[in-house]
């Protein structure tokens, strides 16, 4: 008898073909048959029809890596129709880690990752030293997905260097020893090595996070490290001033894939991010094989200017990083201060968070009654009305509510004609969730149902069987993930089951469910029936089940 039989849907395998009416049947966490019609003979039958079902969603980068030690269903993912997902991006890993240098990874963390230093001391669970015995944690607990881990860059540097590991080049002793860890935790089951080099990544006290200090030498010796043992995918988000020359010739020494972060659309400077995938277009036709990761969403990012996000990239805004209170309000206040980050606003840049585009950031929420007409205004209009400069009237409203003021900012990848050519782009991965990051600035766990919703159905850029194989079988290949990412029989039950007609992403919305009730914005599924992670069911059309099994398994065996 089968364990669950999903009668007359339609089904999007994954492969790119379009849906077609069949049932499946599930037996002991895999695909047992697909067929026009089979016999009801299961422990549970469900009419799917009118529905479509797809493989689970892989969801390619997010930062999982604290936030599973304390929330091992890593919602909101789950009930988004994520079934698997790759965590430790952009090499922000916390293992390996010495106990002397958790303070300092979480410091990172907090000021990287946008996540709360008081939610990650309370939350995180060190039962662990090495990335092998991180690994061996997150098999014991069990998760809600599945779960493939990168080592990481930042992490493996502070290992080797310690405290030196934000401040200086390494060695070459040094990157010996850290290219013995790289090969240490491929063996252990990492699926690749993920590294930054991006201005916009600091770290505690506004110090540049450690991969971002490594030269040429370093990169190309972790790389080779990583592919020794025949396998391994190398990510990197990279800066402006990282070619992706430098990347291809990473791709052709490690005969590796690799794949390069974050390629948003900056309307400042709309040439930059297709001279890129051009450049990844290029390094293909010679054979490497180079993936641009690429957003479905616009960058929206909340912050108040306690710690704003958008603008800690700029060099300019440096006097201000790793400050608080009445040191940070005082250098915020400082009329040269606020001249230099004029200026370099007005200088144009390559890549850059926040390009001074006043007409899209808006005043969220005010402290004080006084200034509530403020709300839902954009800057470039209140500075218009109060004859003012809006840096400034962003800065002294902020200054007079103690830094409280929520602002949003619409950063990048808001063109949506633009956005369109990225999503169809043949080297592109539709990716960038970040989730388990940037818990209160900003949440697209839900990409794959905003990609299938909105970019599918509603704008027409793609069919529904392109869409699907986007986030399923395209991902799953390129990680070499055995059996996932494509339904057939024999391969891994990961299944979500949704209404095409519906399907999309609910407006996110503030919760306070971390660790001490700290606040996250959370996103709701629309038009979901069912998510099933290795034949188990973890969400249905209400979320997240409750008692949720944790269905998913650490993979650590890939397809080379
Ligand atoms: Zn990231």
């Known amino acids: ?31 047992r048959a697909i067929a026009p019609s089979l ?51 952009c090499g922000f890993t916390i293992a390996p880690c010495r106990p002397a240098d958790r303070e300092r990874t979480m410091r990172n963390l907090t000021q990287v990752e946008g996540m709360s230093f008081d939610v990650l001391q309370r939350g995180v669970r060190w039962e662990f030293e090495t990335f092998g015995e991180y690994l061996a944690q997150l098999r014991r607990q069990g998760s809600a997905v599945n779960l493939v881990a990168y080592a990481g860059h930042s992490s493996i540097r502070t290992w080797v260097m310690g405290a030196d590991a934000n401040r200086r080049a390494a060695t070459p002793d040094e990157i010996a020893q850290m290219a013995a860890v790289v090969r240490e935790a491929m063996a252990a089951g990492a699926v690749g090595l993920a590294s930054s080099t991006s201005p916009a990544h600091n770290g505690d006290g506004g110090l540049p996070m450690p991969s971002r200090l490594a030269d040429d030498a370093e990169h190309l010796a ?37 794949m390069i972060a974050a390629l948003l659309h900056n309307g400042t400077n709309p040439g930059a991010v297709f001279a890129d995938l051009d450049a990844i277009s290029a390094g293909n036709a010679r054979g490497r094989t180079l993936i641009g990761q690429v957003s479905c969403c616009p960058l929206t990012m909340e912050f108040t200017l306690a710690s704003p996000y958008p603008v800690e990239g700029l060099a300019s805004w440096r006097a201000a990083l790793g400050k608080q209170g009445a040191e940070l309000e005082a250098v915020l206040a400082d009329p040269q201060f606020r001249q230099r980050v004029r200026d370099e606003l007005a200088a144009p840049s390559a890549f850059r968070l926040f390009n001074g585009e006043w007409d899209k950031v808006q005043v969220v929420e005010v402290a004080q009654p006084s200034h509530r007409d403020l709300e839902q205004r954009c800057l470039a209009e209140i500075a218009h009305r109060q004859g003012k400069d809006p840096l400034d009237v962003m800065l002294d409203l902020a200054l007079d509510e103690d830094l409280t003021t929520v602002f949003t900012a619409q950063l990048l990848n808001s063109d949506e004609d633009a956005v369109a050519k990225l999503l169809t782009h043949p080297h592109s991965l539709v990716s960038l969730s970040d989730a388990g990051a940037h818990l209160t600035f900003f949440n697209d766990a839900g990409f794959g149902l905003h990609l299938l919703g909105h970019w599918s159905r509603e704008r027409g850029v793609m069919p529904l069987g392109e869409a699907v194989r986007r986030l399923t079988g395209q991902p799953a290949a390129i990680f070499g993930l055995r059996d996932r990412g494509l339904l057939r029989e024999g391969a891994a039950a990961d299944l979500l089951l949704f209404d095409p007609a519906t399907v999309g992403r609910a407006p996110t919305r503030r919760v306070f469910d971390l660790p001490g009730g700290a606040p996250r914005l959370h996103t709701d599924a629309l038009g979901v029936h069912g998510v099933w992670v290795n034949g188990r069911r973890v969400a249905d059309a209400n979320g997240l089940v409750d008692g949720a099994p944790l269905a998913g398994t650490l993979i650590t065996d890939f397809v080379a």
């Open 1 to 31: 008898m089968d364990d669950l039989l999903l009668r007359g849907g339609s089904i999007c395998d994954g492969t790119g073909a379009e849906p077609r009416r069949a049932d499946l049947a599930v037996r002991d966490g895999r695909i």
């Open 222 to 258: 972790l790389i080779e490290a990583m592919a020794s043992g025949g396998r391994g995918v190398y990510m990197q988000t990279k800066g402006a001033e990282t070619r992706v020359a430098l990347l291809e010739e990473m791709a052709a020494r490690s005969g590796r894939p690799v």
């Open 39 to 89: 016999p009801v003979d299961a422990k549970e039958t469900i009419d799917a029809g009118g529905l479509t079902l797809m493989p689970g969603i892989v969801d390619s980068h997010t930062h999982f890596d604290a936030q599973v030690t304390w929330d091992p269903y890593v919602r909101p993912s789950p009930a988004l129709g994520v079934t698997t997902a790759v965590i430790g991006n």
